[in-house]
């Protein structure tokens, strides 16, 4: 594999810890790879003006590929 075969990864939600860990569990029950973007930052070092409330929260990351399912579950997440 070189550089040019990697599938850039994308944002698809940010949100609060606790959001990001839930869509992050549907994403993964729909069969896409998430990650969290920011998790270890926001809890381990809030001074760092990335705790959410101020500016800042968790990213949840998928592969470029998966971003238009991943969309799709996040909105219908979203929706009353």
Same mark, same amino acid.
């Given at each position: 594999?070189?550089?040019?075969?990697?599938?850039?990864?994308?944002? &698809?939600? =940010?949100?609060?810890?606790?959001?990001?860990?839930?869509?992050? !569990?549907?994403?993964? @029950?729909?069969?896409?790879? %998430?990650?969290?973007?920011?998790?270890?930052? &926001?809890? =381990?070092?809030?001074?760092?003006?990335?705790?959410?409330?101020? !500016?800042?929260?968790? @990213?949840?990351?998928?592969? %470029?590929?998966?971003?238009?399912?991943?969309?799709?579950?996040?909105?219908?997440?979203?929706?009353?």
């Amino acid at each position: 594999m070189n550089a040019n075969d990697k599938i850039p990864l994308v944002e &698809v939600f =940010f949100g609060t810890p606790w959001e990001a860990e839930l869509v992050k !569990g549907l994403l993964e @029950s729909a069969g896409i790879d %998430a990650a969290l973007k920011n998790y270890n930052l &926001v809890n =381990f070092a809030p001074s760092q003006g990335t705790t959410y409330g101020t !500016g800042g929260g968790i @990213s949840v990351i998928v592969s %470029a590929e998966d971003y238009d399912v991943a969309s799709e579950i996040v909105a219908t997440r979203e929706q009353p």
